[in-house]
């Protein structure tokens, strides 16, 4: 933190200074940046980092947008002339979560758009798509955002966000299998858009640009992860009964459909304190309901265990009296019990 500290008064003083002052201040701050990352051994590589998706960098710190106004300013001003400087700073407000405030909201948006492109390098769309996923509330709330910035975000940034993401022109599997699957980016991307599925308005966009596509790839990879399982199974459930005419559903069997949901109500009871989680599960009781009905005994005892284990978390937490979760939650234990019972 004393490292970022000398970076904000360079900054400052670069943006005080007369123009030949100035490029040495960005100089000094740019060399500054390099020297803070370096010694807490960032890597450029995106093979790599993903690794400091839990860093302690910021660790203790307070990190309101107020603290960090001027790490934003500085993004803002050097990302499009020096992308190297725009790493650095969104990787520092990646590993922080420190977000923007309203007022830049739409100059950031349009800038991770821009550090997103496919003629970026790999690291920096990776460094976008966490700063992405900061903001990623505001970005889902579009509806209370001015028509400027919503016109933006949705024709703009969707696209943007899957080139994130997607391997490079002509990489296989074989030659480079992180660019395919990559545990701690894919959470990220599956959270971002578990995030903006929960918005309608945003479906059209999600089925155009070919994220749901991306999404339906990555089942196989991830049933059996639990966190993945969750976000995926949100995104899927809460698009594809509006989009029955859409073909690419079919894709997914019901097997498929299946397993998802069962990791999910694994993973169920530890996202209880998460509203936008927590509201899902009303969704995650239905699509259950619909393919149930493929589930071995075996199978439907075992939801019964998870559904239970949810139960217990929302007791816990107080929330056992009498609200739509938990109405349709132990309705759905009742119909697997009744199953296996019968």
């Not at 030949?20 to 020297?35: G, I, Q, Y």
């Not at 405030?101 to 496919?118: E, N, T």
């Not at 969750?230 to 594809?240: E, Q, S, W």
């Not at 019901?254 to 998802?260: R, S, Y």
Request: hydrophobic share 45%; charged share 20%.
């Amino acid at each position: 933190m004393r490292n970022l500290d000398t970076c904000r008064r360079i900054y400052l003083r670069a943006g005080s200074s007369e123009q030949n002052h100035s490029s040495v201040s960005l100089a000094a701050l740019r060399n500054a940046l390099h020297f803070t990352l370096t010694a807490a051994k960032v890597s450029r590589d995106p093979a790599y980092l993903w690794n400091y998706s839990n860093s302690s960098l910021g660790a203790g710190v307070s990190h309101s947008p107020a603290n960090f106004d001027w790490l934003v300013d500085c993004y803002l001003d050097i990302y499009s002339n020096d992308q190297e400087v725009a790493f650095d700073v969104l990787f520092l407000l990646g590993v922080m979560k420190v977000s923007c405030r309203p007022a830049k909201l739409h100059q950031f948006i349009d800038s991770l758009i821009a550090c997103m492109g496919s003629n970026t390098p790999v690291h920096l769309r990776y460094a976008a798509l966490r700063a992405a996923h900061i903001v990623r509330e505001e970005i889902a709330s579009i509806d209370v955002i001015d028509a400027k910035l919503r016109d933006m975000v949705l024709t703009k940034l969707s696209p943007a966000i899957l080139t994130a993401v997607c391997p490079p022109p002509g990489t296989t599997l074989a030659n480079d299998p992180h660019h395919f699957f990559h545990y701690d980016r894919d959470l990220c991307y599956l959270e971002l858009i578990f995030a903006l599925a929960r918005n309608s308005n945003w479906h059209p966009h999600l089925l155009r640009d070919d994220h749901i596509d991306w999404c339906i790839s990555m089942i196989e990879e991830y049933t059996s992860s639990m966190l993945h399982a969750f976000h995926l199974t949100g995104i899927l459930l809460r698009i594809a009964p509006e989009q029955s005419s859409v073909t690419l559903f079919d894709a997914i069997t019901g097997q498929q459909w299946w397993d998802m949901m069962r990791s999910a109500w694994c993973y169920a009871p530890f996202v209880i304190d998460d509203i936008h989680c927590f509201e899902f599960l009303l969704v995650l009781v239905e699509g259950t309901k619909m393919h149930a009905r493929i589930a071995s005994e075996d199978g439907l005892e075992e939801l019964v265990r998870y559904v239970d284990d949810v139960l217990e978390a929302m007791k816990v937490r107080g929330l056992d009296q009498g609200n739509d979760v938990l109405i349709a939650v132990e309705g759905l234990r009742t119909m697997a019990c009744n199953v296996t019972n019968s």
